[in-house]
């Protein structure tokens, strides 16, 4: 498998990772935003620790032996702007649905 594959592979399985399991990696990034705080850290923004998350679950079992490190930070930039985009068009038509409801 070459290079190429195994990134976009990677990207895939992020993005759905994230669409399976997104309850349990917003609540785990809630708890790491809360120990950050804790210990006197910044909060840093939940989609962005949701898509390290995501990475992380799915890291173990993605193949990435041709991937460097700059890839998999490009890999998750690239997921999380598929992320952003998803719940983005979600919120419009929730949005739509919801004025329709009014009218």
Do not use: C, W
Request: glycine fraction near 4%; proline fraction near 3%.
């Amino acid at each position: 498998m070459g290079r190429q594959q195994q990134f976009d592979q990677l990207v895939k399985a992020i993005v759905v990772h994230f669409h399976q399991d997104s309850g349990r990696l917003d609540a785990e990034a809630e708890v790491e935003n809360r120990a950050r705080a804790h210990r006197g850290m910044p909060r840093v923004p939940a989609k962005s620790l949701v898509v390290q998350l995501a990475l992380q679950d799915v890291i173990e079992r993605v193949p990435t032996s041709r991937l460097t490190k700059a890839d998999a930070r490009t890999a998750l930039r690239i997921a999380g702007l598929h992320i952003a985009s998803s719940l983005e068009s979600r919120d419009v038509v929730d949005k739509s649905l919801y004025r329709r409801a009014l009218s």
